[in-house]
């Protein structure tokens, strides 16, 4: 599976993006897809999945501005963000797994569990 990310840019406090996640190749095994972020000098964290049951999780932090979405005809996941503040700038990584995890709900957001990473699309939130 191929990962390409893109919507990135840069845009002022309490504004909105949109990242889009393309996904080629092995498609039709993706169990997961979703976004993490790495802030300069932060570990990468995980912002929120989408699984193939129907299943979403958000980070506390995006809860309530970011919405995942995913367009399965197109193999393409998005995030809106709304409401951006200076503390959401960071890389943006698409990330995917096919396999199962039955502990989804509790450890979606570890990096260690996605076998499939995007380029990343930086998002800059300037104050």
């Known amino acids: 599976v191929q990962l390409q990310a893109s919507g990135g840019g840069l845009v002022q406090t309490g504004g909105s993006l949109e990242l889009s996640c393309t996904a080629s190749g092995s498609t039709k095994d993706v169990y997961v897809i979703g976004w993490f972020r790495q802030a300069p000098g932060k570990e990468r964290e995980g912002v929120c999945i989408?699984?193939?049951?129907?299943?979403?999780y958000y980070a506390d932090s995006v809860k309530g501005r970011f919405t995942i979405s995913r367009d399965n005809d197109r193999n393409t996941v998005y995030l809106q963000m709304n409401r951006l503040k200076p503390e959401d700038t960071a890389i943006y990584y698409c990330?995917?797994?096919?396999?199962?995890?039955?502990?989804?709900?509790?450890?979606?957001?570890?990096?260690?569990?996605?076998?499939?990473w995007g380029q990343g699309t930086l998002v800059t939130v300037s104050s």
């Open positions: 989408s699984s193939s049951g129907g299943s979403a």
């Open positions: 990330a995917a797994s096919n396999t199962y995890n039955y502990w989804l709900s509790r450890t979606w957001y570890r990096a260690a569990k996605y076998d499939y």
